[in-house]
């Protein structure tokens, strides 16, 4: 299986009333964990890659090789899309040079006005390419690589404006944060959403930070038309805690109980739990078969 465009899948989940999940990786192992996740499961799988992870990682290259490598190696049958995650104007040129079958331009903290001219641009060199492309109004709450959000509501004749651009799927602020959602969060704004959804139409929206949304909102939001879900945080603090409680256990034995492989197998078994579970949530199980 080589990667693909993201279109297909989410032009399906769309129709069919379910959303992808698109799980954020940092290293080998997550890249693993979710890739093994979405065979078992048989779900098509987006791998988000935002500009300081691809960074950590090495790079665009490195991260195009990695995931590559590994459709082969661990014989992935079902949809899988390499995403660039709140990419730059730069960072998605680059991703393009690399190979990423997928990129998000998050234009949401321009002017509307260059934030079409820009997107505009992407999309004539990303379907050129074949590559998908994910759009942003309305800025996301929290913080993603240096770009600031508070949780604003975007305007939906701005989506509509965006939409008509010809990206293939578009990420709208309903009220969402990224990380950790705060005790006072007023939840999502449905009215915002449905809105958004009459104005454009068949595409396929974007839920960005999905970690902590109840799981009642997140079923209504599919059903108000939003078929792509990211996941981060969620599989960090999962990875983390079983790793933290590994350490615990082992602390007072050898050194034979830190080998890396031993190290990083039960959070490499806790980011596949919290997949398996978001997907199962996302009504992505089996739609791949």
């Given at each position: 299986m080589y990667?693909?465009?993201?279109k297909?899948m989410?032009?399906?989940?769309k129709?069919?009333r379910?959303a992808v999940g698109?799980?954020?990786?940092?290293n080998?192992?997550?890249t693993?964990?979710?890739l093994?996740t979405?065979?078992?499961?048989?779900?098509?799988?987006?791998?988000g890659?935002?500009?300081g992870a691809?960074?950590?990682?090495?790079g665009y290259n490195?991260?195009?090789g990695m995931?590559?490598?590994l459709l082969?190696d661990?014989k992935?049958?079902?949809?899988v899309?390499?995403?660039l995650?709140h990419?730059?104007f730069?960072?998605?040129?680059k991703c393009?040079?690399?190979?990423f079958?997928?990129?998000m331009f998050?234009?949401?903290?321009y002017?509307?006005?260059?934030n079409?001219?820009?997107t505009?641009?992407?999309?004539a060199?990303?379907?050129?390419?074949g590559v998908?492309i994910?759009?942003e109004?309305g800025?996301?709450?929290?913080e993603?690589?240096g770009?600031?959000?508070m949780?604003?509501?975007?305007?939906?004749?701005?989506c509509k404006r965006?939409a008509?651009?010809?990206?293939?799927?578009?990420?709208a602020g309903?009220g969402?944060?990224?990380?950790?959602?705060?005790?006072?969060w007023?939840?999502?704004s449905?009215?915002?959403?449905d809105?958004?959804?009459?104005?454009?139409g068949?595409?396929?929206?974007?839920?960005?930070?999905?970690?902590?949304i109840p799981?009642?909102m997140?079923?209504?939001?599919?059903e108000?038309?939003v078929?792509?879900i990211?996941v981060?945080?969620?599989c960090q603090?999962?990875?983390?805690a079983?790793?933290r409680?590994?350490?615990e256990?082992?602390?007072?034995k050898a050194?034979?109980?830190?080998d890396?492989?031993?190290?990083?197998?039960?959070?490499?078994?806790?980011?596949k739990?919290?997949?398996k579970?978001k997907?199962?949530?996302?009504?992505?199980?089996g739609k791949a078969?």
């Amino acid at each position: 299986m080589y990667l693909v465009s993201a279109k297909d899948m989410l032009v399906k989940a769309k129709a069919g009333r379910y959303a992808v999940g698109q799980f954020n990786i940092n290293n080998l192992e997550w890249t693993k964990a979710i890739l093994m996740t979405a065979e078992e499961l048989k779900s098509p799988v987006i791998l988000g890659v935002s500009e300081g992870a691809g960074k950590y990682m090495g790079g665009y290259n490195a991260v195009v090789g990695m995931v590559n490598g590994l459709l082969k190696d661990l014989k992935i049958s079902v949809p899988v899309a390499l995403h660039l995650d709140h990419g730059s104007f730069e960072g998605c040129y680059k991703c393009l040079d690399a190979g990423f079958s997928s990129i998000m331009f998050d234009g949401s903290h321009y002017p509307i006005d260059e934030n079409v001219a820009k997107t505009t641009e992407l999309v004539a060199a990303a379907h050129k390419m074949g590559v998908s492309i994910e759009a942003e109004v309305g800025s996301i709450g929290g913080e993603e690589d240096g770009v600031i959000g508070m949780g604003e509501c975007a305007d939906p004749e701005e989506c509509k404006r965006v939409a008509d651009l010809g990206v293939d799927f578009l990420a709208a602020g309903i009220g969402n944060i990224h990380g950790v959602y705060p005790p006072n969060w007023k939840g999502l704004s449905f009215e915002t959403l449905d809105a958004i959804q009459k104005k454009t139409g068949i595409l396929p929206l974007v839920l960005h930070g999905g970690t902590g949304i109840p799981a009642d909102m997140i079923k209504k939001a599919i059903e108000l038309g939003v078929s792509k879900i990211n996941v981060n945080t969620e599989c960090q603090i999962s990875f983390t805690a079983a790793t933290r409680e590994y350490f615990e256990a082992n602390k007072d034995k050898a050194s034979k109980g830190f080998d890396p492989r031993k190290v990083l197998a039960p959070g490499f078994e806790a980011i596949k739990a919290t997949v398996k579970e978001k997907m199962e949530l996302f009504g992505s199980v089996g739609k791949a078969e």
